[in-house]
């Protein structure tokens, strides 16, 4: 049977010595949930001496209408292959399958129903590691509109991807066949930048990501530094050229300052002999002063900013020293200063100009902040009790002040309800050789509906409960709705309660975790009867009905 209507998707499949896994690659491939019918395999053997071609034209006879196989001489790396591929395709849409890996039976169904949802001209497909680390992150949920400039979606730059042709002829993009590592960087990077909406198919295992037993995959082997970082800068130069200066540029090019420069700072480093060390850091200075621009630093954590910082100034042995901080999970006690707060590593010293711009760790602190828990929730009444835990992160407990934070639909003025601070010496915590002294992170508090809101009842509606700490001038606040102890129930149930301002009209508070937040909803009772009867549970109001002959 001959199909002329234009195949939804060209599969893309580079072939060298592929063998035993070519097999099961292509098997995946012609079991895929989508129908032959709506694919185009364009395979080109890139001069396999193992059988990996015969394999391929076997293939191609069963499938006359819908494989291409291409022979060619040995090129030594993907990019000729792939782009003899692209030169081949008629496909709405490209998938490159590399031809030891496999994938999902649904991956191409699901990758094309997403892009024609969202108009996608790149849809990330799921990677799964098979004896190989892939990037996780960014996959942890499905994504309609994926915004580069933020988050993990530049730090996958493999080919395993769903990309629009059209969008691939108009901007000419094709595999740098010079390159002999990141020539996939540099493809995916271009097609990022020219993609009008990227998507990311989280919830199905794509593409299965094999490592060889014979170590053939070209990147399996060491990489060699100076050959990193020559090839990252052309990546450096390929994002400058397209992009303008600002949070985009910054986001990517701190992506290869990562991935790139910082991965041949690590812990060998502090290993190396002298005369190593300092080839090391004669190769990667002259970039890190390049790169590490204030926008660039901005998006760094503090290990990486002190290793850039002594990079630039070629100190060598100040480098491994951070460097041996860092992995030992950066201890030393951190420095209050002004409403700031300081790591405290070995280098610079904290009288040094470049150390507050260098170990300011206020945000990061701050965004793990509070460290919380509530241990019980009960009611009095109409008073409502909470008690548990909070402190700020790397902070002493000695003036700390904790505060039950209230807001209507989490919105509006809040009402604010100091805790009492409680003795809590078993919280006191050692990192290194410094103590942090959590002596009075524990709280109760107790919030009176009757007169919480200036003296009088809370109004009915929905008030997330939430906390704040505040202590040696660094203030943090946190929902609750995740930060319940094992003890406290998830359940709400309903508590009768007897308010001014309503008349006879009895009012009901539950209190709950809803949507990460804790939530209590007051509203009014259906009746004085029935909201007594929620004091004794449901199951005593249907009885309490019963024996009232209830109309």
């Given at each position: 049977?001959?199909?002329?209507?234009?195949?939804s998707?060209?599969?893309?499949?580079?072939?060298?010595?592929?063998?035993?896994?070519?097999?099961?690659?292509?098997?995946?491939?012609?079991?895929?949930?989508?129908?032959?019918?709506?694919?185009?395999?364009?395979?080109?053997?890139?001069?396999?001496?193992?059988?990996?071609?015969?394999?391929?034209?076997t293939?191609?006879?069963?499938?006359?209408?819908?494989?291409?196989?291409?022979?060619?001489?040995?090129?030594?790396?993907?990019?000729?292959?792939?782009?003899?591929?692209?030169?081949?395709?008629?496909?709405?849409y490209?998938?490159?399958?590399?031809?030891?890996?496999?994938?999902?039976?649904?991956?191409?169904?699901?990758?094309?129903?997403?892009?024609?949802?969202?108009?996608?001209?790149?849809?990330?497909?799921?990677?799964?590691?098979?004896?190989?680390?892939?990037?996780?992150?960014?996959?942890?949920?499905?994504?309609?509109?994926?915004?580069?400039?933020?988050?993990?979606?530049?730090?996958?730059?493999?080919?395993?991807?769903?990309?629009?042709?059209?969008?691939?002829?108009?901007?000419h993009?094709?595999?740098?066949?010079?390159?002999r590592?990141?020539?996939?960087?540099?493809?995916?990077?271009?097609?990022y930048?020219?993609?009008?909406?990227?998507?990311?198919?989280?919830?199905?295992d794509?593409?299965?990501?094999?490592?060889?037993?014979?170590?053939?995959?070209?990147?399996?082997?060491?990489?060699?530094?100076k050959?990193?970082?020559?090839?990252?800068?052309?990546?450096?130069?390929?994002?400058?050229?397209?992009?303008?200066?600002?949070?985009?540029?910054?986001?990517?090019?701190?992506?290869?300052?990562?991935?790139?420069?910082?991965?041949?700072?690590?812990?060998?480093?502090?290993?190396a002999?002298?005369?190593?060390?300092?080839?090391?850091?004669?190769?990667?200075?002259?970039?890190?002063?390049?790169?590490?621009t204030?926008?660039?630093?901005?998006?760094?954590?503090?290990?990486?900013?002190?290793?850039?910082?002594?990079?630039?100034e070629?100190?060598?042995a100040?480098?491994?020293?951070?460097?041996?901080?860092?992995?030992?999970?950066?201890?030393?006690?951190?420095?209050?200063?002004?409403?700031?707060?300081?790591?405290?590593?070995?280098?610079?010293?904290?009288?040094?100009?470049?150390?507050?711009?260098?170990?300011?760790?206020?945000?990061?602190?701050?965004?793990?902040?509070?460290?919380?828990?509530?241990?019980?929730?009960?009611w009095?009444?109409?008073?409502l009790?909470?008690?548990?835990?909070?402190?700020?992160?790397?902070?002493d407990?000695?003036?700390?002040?904790?505060?039950?934070?209230?807001?209507?639909?989490?919105?509006?003025?809040e009402?604010?309800?100091?805790?009492?601070?409680?003795?809590?010496?078993?919280?006191t915590?050692?990192?290194?050789?410094?103590?942090?002294?959590?002596?009075?992170?524990?709280?109760?508090?107790?919030?009176?509906?009757?007169?919480?809101?200036?003296?009088?009842?809370?109004?009915?509606?929905?008030?997330?409960?939430?906390?704040?700490?505040?202590?040696?001038?660094?203030?943090?606040?946190?929902?609750?709705?995740?930060?319940?102890?094992?003890?406290?129930?998830?359940?709400?149930d309903?508590?009768?309660?007897?308010?001014?301002?309503?008349?006879?009209?009895?009012?009901?508070?539950?209190?709950?975790?809803?949507?990460?937040?804790?939530?209590?909803?007051?509203?009014?009772?259906p009746?004085?009867?029935?909201?007594?009867?929620?004091?004794?549970?449901?199951?005593?109001?249907?009885?309490?009905?019963?024996?009232?002959?209830?109309?």
């Amino acid at each position: 049977m001959n199909v002329s209507r234009t195949p939804s998707v060209s599969v893309v499949l580079p072939v060298y010595n592929s063998m035993p896994y070519l097999e099961q690659t292509l098997a995946s491939i012609a079991q895929q949930s989508i129908g032959m019918d709506a694919l185009e395999i364009v395979a080109v053997d890139d001069g396999s001496t193992d059988g990996s071609g015969t394999v391929l034209d076997t293939w191609a006879r069963k499938h006359p209408w819908r494989m291409k196989v291409v022979h060619q001489e040995a090129s030594g790396g993907p990019s000729r292959p792939r782009n003899v591929g692209l030169d081949h395709a008629t496909g709405t849409y490209v998938f490159f399958v590399d031809g030891d890996d496999c994938l999902g039976p649904e991956a191409l169904e699901r990758l094309v129903a997403m892009a024609e949802k969202n108009g996608s001209d790149t849809v990330l497909a799921k990677l799964i590691g098979v004896g190989r680390r892939v990037p996780k992150q960014v996959f942890a949920k499905n994504v309609d509109k994926a915004d580069l400039s933020k988050g993990d979606v530049y730090y996958t730059l493999m080919p395993f991807k769903l990309f629009r042709r059209e969008v691939i002829e108009k901007h000419h993009l094709r595999f740098p066949e010079h390159m002999r590592i990141s020539e996939d960087q540099h493809f995916v990077a271009r097609a990022y930048l020219h993609s009008k909406v990227i998507s990311i198919l989280g919830d199905y295992d794509c593409y299965y990501v094999v490592k060889r037993g014979d170590e053939g995959n070209i990147t399996a082997g060491g990489i060699d530094f100076k050959l990193m970082l020559e090839q990252a800068a052309e990546m450096v130069e390929l994002v400058t050229g397209l992009t303008e200066p600002g949070p985009l540029r910054d986001h990517l090019i701190g992506r290869h300052v990562r991935v790139e420069l910082l991965r041949g700072l690590d812990h060998r480093f502090p290993d190396a002999d002298d005369a190593e060390r300092e080839r090391l850091v004669d190769l990667g200075r002259a970039y890190a002063e390049q790169w590490a621009t204030p926008g660039v630093l901005a998006e760094m954590n503090v290990g990486e900013k002190l290793r850039l910082h002594f990079l630039r100034e070629g100190r060598a042995a100040e480098l491994a020293a951070v460097i041996d901080w860092d992995l030992a999970g950066r201890p030393g006690k951190a420095l209050v200063r002004e409403g700031r707060l300081y790591a405290a590593p070995p280098f610079p010293a904290p009288d040094s100009p470049a150390y507050e711009e260098l170990c300011d760790i206020t945000s990061s602190a701050l965004g793990a902040s509070p460290r919380r828990r509530v241990e019980r929730i009960a009611w009095k009444g109409t008073v409502l009790e909470l008690s548990g835990y909070a402190y700020v992160d790397q902070v002493d407990t000695d003036d700390l002040a904790t505060e039950i934070v209230l807001r209507r639909d989490g919105a509006g003025p809040e009402i604010v309800v100091p805790a009492e601070q409680i003795a809590s010496p078993h919280l006191t915590v050692s990192r290194g050789k410094e103590t942090y002294d959590y002596g009075r992170a524990c709280f109760r508090a107790a919030i009176d509906l009757a007169t919480v809101a200036d003296g009088a009842a809370l109004p009915n509606g929905d008030w997330h409960i939430s906390l704040r700490c505040t202590a040696r001038g660094l203030s943090a606040h946190g929902a609750l709705g995740t930060a319940l102890g094992g003890k406290v129930s998830r359940r709400a149930d309903e508590h009768a309660l007897s308010l001014p301002g309503a008349g006879k009209r009895l009012r009901t508070g539950r209190v709950g975790p809803r949507d990460g937040q804790l939530v209590l909803r007051l509203k009014a009772a259906p009746s004085a009867v029935s909201a007594y009867a929620l004091s004794f549970g449901w199951k005593a109001a249907r009885a309490v009905r019963a024996r009232i002959n209830w109309k």
